[in-house]
C-alpha cells in the first residue's frame, strides 16, 4: 500500500500541533503576553481566536492517535483538521509572524496530501 510512511508522519504532525495549538489557545484566552498587544484582529477577538485554537487543537489530536491506530476516520478528521489549520494559518499572516503563519500553511499541506494519497495502489512495472 502506498503512503503509509507519509500517513504516519502526517500523524505524527497533527499530534505535534494538537499538542502546541491548545497552548497557544490558552495563552490567548487568558491574556497572557505572548501576542502583540497592538494587533487588530478583523474577524473576532484574541478571546474567540484562542477558543477556536484550543477546538482545533483537539481535533488535531483526535485525528492523529485515530491515525496511529489505523482508522480511516483518523484520515478523514486528519484532512478536516489540516484543512482548518491552513485556512487558519493564512488568516494569520497579517498578523505579528507572517513567516510562522507561512511555514505552518506549508506543513498543513504536506499533512492533506500525505493523507490523501494514503491507500493508493502501487503501479505495477512491467
Do not use: K
Request: glycine residues 14%.
Amino acid at each position: 500500500m502506498r503512503g503509509v510512511g507519509r500517513a504516519i508522519f502526517a500523524a505524527i504532525l497533527l499530534l505535534i500541533a494538537g499538542t502546541l495549538n491548545p497552548i497557544y489557545g490558552i495563552a490567548a484566552v487568558s491574556d497572557a503576553h505572548f501576542y502583540v498587544n497592538n494587533t487588530h484582529y478583523v474577524f473576532s477577538s484574541l478571546h474567540t481566536w484562542g477558543w477556536v485554537t484550543v477546538i482545533l487543537g483537539a481535533i488535531q489530536l483526535i485525528a492523529g492517535f485515530s491515525l496511529l491506530a489505523g482508522g480511516t476516520f483518523g484520515r478523514v478528521i486528519g484532512i478536516a483538521a489540516a484543512t482548518l489549520g491552513a485556512i487558519g494559518a493564512l488568516l494569520a499572516v497579517g498578523g505579528s509572524s507572517p513567516w510562522w503563519a507561512l511555514g505552518v500553511f506549508a506543513i498543513c499541506l504536506i499533512v492533506i496530501h500525505g493523507l490523501l494519497v494514503y491507500g493508493e495502489p502501487i503501479e505495477q512495472r512491467a
